[in-house]
């Protein structure tokens, strides 16, 4: 069995993060669904499963159609659907994951 590990550096994170900080504060936080999909991608980029590399091909402007859903339903649902937020991104992600 081949191993799995993860290659990213701590710069390469660093260097990421700021620079999604900067997308999100400029743009008010309507690229936030841009700026998830570059961290998954930069995740994945970076992960080796038994020997194999993930790829992610999810984008922000499918991931904003998906966030302008799920907040129509968290607003009609007075809130409630926030609780089934997390797994609904989950369920986003690894849809749109896969071997390289």
Known sequence: MERSYFDGKLLG???????LWVITIITLGLGYPWVITLKLRWITKHTVIE???LR???TGSGLF???VIWLIFTFITLGLYGFWL???MKEWS???THFA
């Open 56 to 58: 992610f091909d999810g």
């Open 51 to 53: 020997g194999r590399r």
């Open 65 to 67: 159609g998906n966030y």
């Open 86 to 88: 997390s797994i609904a």
């Open 94 to 96: 690894v849809k749109h």
């Open 13 to 19: 994170l660093i260097g990421l993060n700021i620079l």
